[in-house]
């Protein structure tokens, strides 16, 4: 149903991602929540995000950060990209909340791909009730017809991932 | 001019312009910056975490959204019959709260080691109350006594004398986002 790499880059490339993420010079962008739901609220206060790439016209997006993830996409060498942003959230003072099961787009070709930059209590759920733990430097895929959610972390001051959606 | 001295002046420009702020830091087109630590102390083991938008750097424009936000400025100098020479620094902060157990408010710290006057701006209302001290050019073994401790309210507008040490207590319940000017 997964498939779960761990040291998915060579842990020099990992450490230059997670440096340019957590330093002065990269930007991100608040939205109020990651899923569009507002009831979230409730626990979320939204997060930070920075999309690298979007296919969707007429909204097209390609970062000048885009290099930052191509070591990544010389090993998922996907067929068509559709979409590429990480995000950044801070964490919330109930324990391991999970958010709303939900698709990220849907298409019979269709993955859904989650590098995970930094380790902490927080996790990927899958709607089989699978759950994949946020572990530094881990990359997780799996189909994009497949709904789920992020069990939200309380251990770290922020969490972050990128995540890859794509056409096989 | 400003010696010691503190003020508080609510809705130091007008609703409208306010929202029109606040809508504007919290587009989704408004780029934030991570910093490590908010409080700029190298030597602090807090490492709390914000986003910052540099307006003014130096004296310098670093933002396309500094000029429109210089009514901040231009008021409170009026409202304290002010004129600076310059505006040094001019930064926006965004902090989520964190989670974090101890309630214990950031490091105390001022802005720059010269005089100069500061005019914090609240975007938002929030949590995260803002804390002048007494103190001043403060040794390592003095205790910091509170002079005022500030709500954030949008469109307050909080100035004072640089030189008193402040900080500020953490968000636990909502997004705090304040602009904070520092004029020569």
């Not at chain 1, 790499?5 to 939205?31: M, Q, R």
């Not at chain 1, 990209?81 to 849907?106: C, E, M, W």
């Not at chain 2, 930064?91 to 964190?98: D, N, T």
Request: with cysteine.
């Amino acid at each position: 149903m997964h498939e779960i790499i761990d040291d998915f880059l060579p842990k020099a490339v990992h450490k230059k991602i997670l440096d340019v993420f957590e330093g002065s010079h990269f930007p991100w962008y608040y939205t109020k929540n990651s899923t569009g739901k507002a009831h979230l609220d409730e626990v979320s206060h939204g997060q930070f995000a920075h999309i690298f790439f979007r296919s969707q016209h007429p909204q097209y997006m390609l970062s000048v950060h885009f290099k930052l993830v191509e070591p990544m996409l010389e090993i998922i060498k996907p067929n068509i990209l559709i979409r590429i942003k990480a995000n950044s959230t801070a964490p919330i003072q109930s324990d391991n909340k999970v958010g709303d099961f939900h698709l990220d787009y849907s298409s019979p070709k269709g993955m859904v791909g989650i590098y995970y930059v930094n380790t902490n209590d927080g996790a990927t759920v899958l709607e089989n009730g699978e759950v994949i733990e946020s572990v530094e430097n881990r990359f997780v895929k799996f189909s994009s017809d497949i709904k789920h959610a992020v069990r939200r972390h309380t251990n770290v001051k922020n969490r972050i991932v990128i995540n890859f959606n794509w056409l096989d | 001019m400003y010696e010691n001295k503190l003020w508080i002046f609510d809705n130091i420009i007008s609703v409208d312009d306010q929202e029109h702020i606040k809508n504007e830091f919290f587009n989704k087109n408004f780029p934030w910056f991570f910093i490590s630590d908010i409080t700029n102390n190298s030597n602090s083991n807090q490492k709390r975490p914000a986003f910052q938008h540099t307006l003014i750097k130096d004296s310098a424009n670093n933002s396309e959204y500094c000029e429109w936000l210089l009514p901040i400025v231009k008021n409170s100098e009026d409202k304290i019959k002010f004129k600076s020479e310059r505006v040094e620094h001019g930064r926006a902060f965004l902090q989520l709260p964190l989670n974090i157990e101890k309630e214990d408010c950031d490091e105390p710290h001022v802005d720059l080691n010269y005089k100069h006057l500061v005019v914090l701006y609240y975007v938002v209302t929030s949590d995260g109350e803002t804390i002048i001290y007494n103190e001043q050019n403060k040794n390592n073994n003095d205790k910091y006594t509170i002079k005022k401790s500030i709500k954030p309210k949008q469109g307050r507008v909080v100035i004072f004398d640089g030189r008193y040490y402040h900080t500020a207590n953490q968000p636990s319940n909502d997004l705090r986002c304040v602009i904070n000017y520092n004029l020569i």
